[in-house]
């Protein structure tokens, strides 16, 4: 119903930034909350950052001041600008999108993960 593609991650030195990016496609009606989650080895799954429809965002305590969420909603589009980058901020990371489908059923949908590496 709807896809949700990941790009931008890498390998980079602590202290080095990085731009994840992800677009959605399909089925969709309206994009409520786009977010990044991540995971790191041995760890759950955690939130990262959110963008709601309403321009709020908001930010894991660990990640604030930064990390940057932005959208651009005609390209239904997320941008993760991840900045002073920390080797704790090695994980996959993960777009996540609660979308209003065509069918007016609200779902959450998920990316299939974009690994950060950061070297210490």
């Known amino acids: 119903q709807v896809q949700l593609v990941e790009s931008g991650g890498g390998f980079v030195q602590a202290g080095g930034s990085l731009r994840l990016s992800c677009v959605a496609s399909?089925?969709?009606?309206?994009?409520?909350?786009m977010a990044w989650y991540r995971r790191a080895p041995g760890q759950q799954r955690e939130s990262v950052a959110r963008?709601?429809?309403?321009?709020?965002?908001n930010y894991a305590d660990s990640v604030k001041g930064r990390f940057t969420i932005s959208r651009d909603n005609a390209k239904n589009a997320v941008y993760l600008q991840m900045n002073s980058l920390k080797a704790e901020g090695t994980a996959v990371y993960y777009c996540?999108?609660?979308?209003?489908?065509?069918?007016?059923?609200?779902?959450?949908?998920w990316g299939q993960g974009t690994q950060v590496t950061v070297s210490s």
């Open positions: 399909g089925s969709i009606f309206d994009i409520n909350v």
């Open positions: 996540n999108a609660v979308v209003t489908t065509t069918s007016k059923y609200v779902q959450s949908f």
């Open positions: 963008s709601y429809n309403d321009g709020t965002t």
